[in-house]
């Protein structure tokens, strides 16, 4: 319920009360309680997940899958307990019928979960490419999404600096599955499925969203974008959201009777003092460009507020005199501010003075962009200067200033201080490149989705294809404005599909020796038509010659591998250079670390008994930076890695503060033990690291991530 809802509703309610009548008053307040306002929709509709590759045991839920060679049926999606499980056959108990029963093979099965269920997630590593030396490594995540967020909560918690997707657009195309089903434009719940859906994941997503200072940005077109911008102010009801229009086809797409459609849309939401950086250019048009200003001397503004409302007493202590000597016209002093109901014509000057007023063409008194303070402190630093014209006899005096960008670009150096004038003001000059202010409506021939994102995917990956590539250098331009100065940032994605985030990512490495990290999270689908062909060969999900042609293993991975090595995965050199910003061969590869992961599902007692740390290593590697070697198995006493320790048994634990304390470069140390006591003993003893208890903190990360889902 929005803000100004619930204060209109307690003002009902105290009236009811200074009425008398606690029992209006209580209706009242149970009224309000359960009524929804702004953005409505079926915020818990089910939502089943398949997990894919966990093993069945007996006590899971899951759903027999269709025989091979057929296509799935309703029947099929009925949920089932496991009950017992005798050599390789499964009895099971129907969760929705009481007392109806049946037995399945182990290998027709696939568990299932609930969204709000706990699952307790590993990693396990299936491929890397490395040519980036001791830097980080880009991670890709092949699993579904929702639980790779939840694993993600105990490695980064409000610790993300910028997140990038671009989910489903909900065409009503049948292009994406809720509860393993494609949702096509019939379904008179796709709305609320679609909402649904994207609500759960972006609740974890602030979570993970560093609450100082981070921005999450949202790709939509014209389906879905007047909901999402709906959901993301409800979901981030303090931070600034600014939606950006980018035309993506300048011919467009025709439609009978309708606008060509030329463009999609882009949601930034600025969390905690995020800011939107400067660009090169505006985004739109010509008109201005950040070469344009080199070696040019910098721009001196009026000091007075042009803008219609900029009165006498719109502001507080912006109406005082500037006192300008009367031979040489330079400023001599900053008056004070004057109570409103002062006549101007009361201030004395100073001896051979006279005092210049923010006064309109018409004589009407406006207000100063600055109050005597701040003037005053400028005016000894030469940041105000006075400008005398004659106009048929007539001398006017204009106060001009330096605004604050400027100001803070000569005391960054940007600009330089070449001299200064008679009355003390600076001369200077502009020696790199001015930043923009983008605007928001973008139309920039780098961002044509054809061109630089299919024609280019065609270069990395021949004879592959997927629909609706975001243009590369569109998902540069849209990142660099939130992390262009932030050079070890950490970006996710996880509706990566092709991942063109992380190639965006590690071009903006390759443009100024940044560490940037991204993790790219996509699930391993493949599309209607490739599912109908496979199941009628006989084939599942699963099966080799079926995941090989899934959106992970078949474009997402062979496309990171080849920006990063220059060659097709046929070993040809890409053909093509970069284009834009940074042009190079794209056969030069990039100078990157990347490592791919599948999602596993851990039973949480073999977890707790230390019986599942191979597949929890890799969380523990991400949590410390993803650089480096990973501890890949327990082992007596402890072990060391480059940025993490972990101690294994607790005799260890002198020698191990030791080691960690006299390398630097550990920054985060992982205690596998029951007892509190022993764990806060090895903390105290390490201060200014991340000290984390194996395996009680794993555990407890994805039972209050579930538990969080369904408030």
């Not at 062909?533 to 699963?542: E, S, V």
Request: glycine share 8%; aromatic share 10%; proline share 4%.
């Amino acid at each position: 319920m929005k803000m100004t809802t619930r204060a209109e509703a307690q003002r009902l309610i105290d009236k009811a009360l200074k009425l008398g009548d606690a029992e209006l008053a209580a209706d009242i307040r149970a009224f309000a309680n359960q009524r929804e306002f702004g953005l409505v929709f079926e915020h818990n509709r089910p939502e089943r997940m398949r997990l894919y590759g966990k093993l069945v045991s007996v006590g899971d839920t899951v759903q027999v899958m269709a025989p091979r060679g057929e296509k799935e049926l309703d029947e099929n999606r009925v949920c089932w307990k496991v009950e017992s499980v005798t050599g390789g056959v499964a009895g099971l108990a129907c969760v929705d019928v009481p007392g109806e029963t049946r037995e399945a093979a182990l290998e027709d099965l696939v568990a299932v979960a609930e969204y709000d269920e706990p699952i307790y997630a590993g990693l396990r590593e299936n491929g890397r490419v490395e040519r980036g030396g001791n830097k980080p490594y880009q991670v890709v995540i092949n699993g579904e999404n929702y639980h790779a967020l939840e694993s993600l909560l105990f490695c980064y918690a409000g610790k993300v600096d910028c997140i990038y997707i671009d989910p489903p657009y909900n065409t009503g195309a049948r292009d994406w599955k809720y509860n393993n089903d494609y949702v096509d434009g019939t379904d008179e719940y796709r709305h609320s499925k679609w909402l649904a859906m994207m609500e759960r994941r972006l609740k974890l997503a602030k979570k993970l969203l560093n609450p100082q200072e981070s921005v999450l940005i949202c790709a939509i077109d014209e389906k879905e974008y007047l909901r999402l911008g709906l959901l993301l102010e409800q979901i981030f009801p303090s931070c600034g959201i600014e939606m950006v229009t980018s035309v993506i086809s300048a011919k467009g797409v025709a439609r009978t009777g309708q606008f060509s459609r030329v463009e999609e849309y882009l949601f930034f939401v600025r969390v905690g003092d995020a800011d939107i950086g400067l660009g090169t250019d505006n985004m739109l048009d010509e008109t201005r460009d950040s070469k344009e200003k080199i070696g040019k001397d910098v721009d001196w503004l009026g000091m007075r507020r042009r803008e219609p409302s900029a009165v006498r007493g719109a502001r507080k202590d912006q109406f005082y005199p500037v006192f300008v000597d009367i031979k040489t016209g330079h400023i001599t002093a900053i008056g004070d501010s004057i109570p409103d109901d002062v006549a101007r014509d009361t201030v004395q000057c100073p001896d051979g003075c006279e005092a210049v007023w923010p006064l309109r063409k018409n004589g009407q008194e406006g207000i100063w962009g600055i109050t005597p303070p701040t003037a005053r402190r400028d005016l000894e630093k030469g940041y105000i200067r006075s400008s005398i014209a004659r106009r048929g006899g007539k001398r006017t005096i204009t106060i001009k200033y330096l605004p604050e960008g400027t100001v803070s670009a000569i005391e960054s150096g940007s600009v330089r201080v070449v001299g200064r004038n008679e009355d003390g003001s600076i001369i200077g000059r502009y020696e790199v490149e001015k930043g923009v202010i983008p605007k928001r409506v973008w139309n920039k021939k780098s961002h044509n989705a054809e061109t630089y994102g299919s024609l280019l995917i065609g270069a990395l990956l021949p004879n592959r294809k997927f629909s609706y590539p975001k243009s590369l250098y569109a998902v540069e331009d849209a990142l660099s404005f939130t992390v262009a100065k932030k050079p070890n940032a950490l970006i996710l994605d996880f509706f990566s599909g092709s991942g063109t985030t992380a190639h965006a990512v590690m071009r903006l490495n390759h443009q100024d020796g940044g560490h940037r990290r991204c993790i790219c999270v996509t699930n391993n689908e493949i599309s209607e038509a490739e599912e109908k062909k496979l199941t009628k060969q006989g084939y599942r999900h699963g099966d080799p010659e079926w995941e090989r042609l899934g959106i992970c293993e078949y474009v997402t991975k062979p496309r990171i591998r080849a920006a990063i090595t220059g060659f097709t995965p046929d070993g040809e050199p890409i053909k093509g250079n970069y284009k834009f910003v940074d042009e190079f061969p794209i056969a030069d590869g990039l100078e990157e670390n990347a490592i791919f992961f599948d999602l596993t599902y851990e039973n949480p007692r073999m977890v707790e008994f230390g019986e599942s740390f191979d597949a929890v290593a890799p969380l523990l590697w991400l949590r410390a930076g993803a650089r480096g070697r990973v501890i890949e198995h327990e082992q007596k006493g402890f072990a060391v890695a480059d940025s993490y320790a972990v101690l294994f048994t607790y005799a260890y634990a002198n020698e191990f503060v030791e080691t960690v304390s006299a390398n630097p470069a550990i920054k985060c140390a992982y205690v596998v033990t029951d007892d509190e006591g022993r764990f806060a003993s090895v903390a105290a003893q390490l201060p200014g690291r991340d000290v984390v208890r194996l395996y009680e903190s794993y555990l407890r990360s994805f039972k209050i991530a579930a538990e969080g889902a369904v408030n």
